[in-house]
């Protein structure tokens, strides 16, 4: 069983960039969430997509946008990039009949730089 | 306030003590209950998840949940310096919803 698998490991770009990361779901997975986690802090909830459709969001701005696909990977897009934004990205996934599936099983992440 | 405080630490202990990370929340309505364990870079790694009050052991492991109180803790025997890493409680109100997390608990554990 091959677990959550994220692109590309590290990313560095510039302010007002655009940039995409991408999550694989855990086999059998069909729910995924993305959250953004500052150094020193825990992570914050991004959104959650479930069979490709956003299934709630958290306090971040329409510039983060997201993508289920039917195959259940997820893509994280990030329009005009701030300094802020600098974070690791994390993405889970967990299993559901209902969008409701329980655990949530984590990628390695996404450390993403902007300078 | 934040809905979940979590002590950073940094919390240091030597090999073979009995570790106590402790979470508090303000909201009634979270009803399973996590901790992750997550080494230097990498993501988060499911150690416990437990649905509302109670204990639940495994291994060297044990998580309490006081709804009562809204205190949940997690207690590791027999430390190991395999085991520094950061600790983060997380809680969410419906199976499957958005996870709420504390801020992490950075332990170190010194052979």
């Known amino acids: 069983e091959t677990g959550v698998t994220q692109s590309p490991t590290h990313l560095i770009k510039t302010r007002g960039q655009q940039v995409t990361l991408r999550c694989s779901s855990q086999?059998?997975?069909?729910?995924v969430s993305w959250y953004q986690q500052a150094l020193g802090q825990g992570p914050q909830f991004i959104f959650q997509?479930?069979?490709?459709?956003?299934?709630g969001r958290g306090n971040f701005p329409p510039r983060f946008s997201g993508l289920q696909f039917p195959n259940y990977s997820s893509e994280l897009n990030v329009n005009a990039l701030e300094l802020d934004d600098s974070a690791l990205y994390l993405c889970a996934s967990s299993p559901g009949s209902s969008g409701k599936g329980g655990t949530q099983y984590f990628g390695p992440g996404t450390r993403l730089t902007v300078l | 306030q934040k809905e979940v405080e979590q002590d950073p630490g940094p919390l240091s202990v030597p090999e073979g003590a009995i570790v106590s990370l402790n979470c508090t929340y303000s909201n009634s309505a979270f009803q399973y209950f996590m901790w992750y364990r997550q080494y230097s870079r990498k993501g988060p790694e499911l150690l416990m998840y437990?649905?509302?009050?109670g204990n639940k052991e495994d291994g060297r492991f044990t998580a309490q949940v006081d709804k009562s109180s809204k205190y949940i803790s997690l207690f590791i025997r027999d430390s190991q310096p395999s085991d520094s890493a950061t600790y983060l409680c997380a809680m969410m109100r419906n199976q499957g919803g958005k996870l709420i997390f504390g801020q992490g608990t950075e332990l170190s554990v010194k052979p």
């Open positions: 997509y479930y069979r490709e459709e956003e299934n």
């Open positions: 086999s059998g997975h069909n729910t």
């Open positions: 437990t649905y509302s009050s």
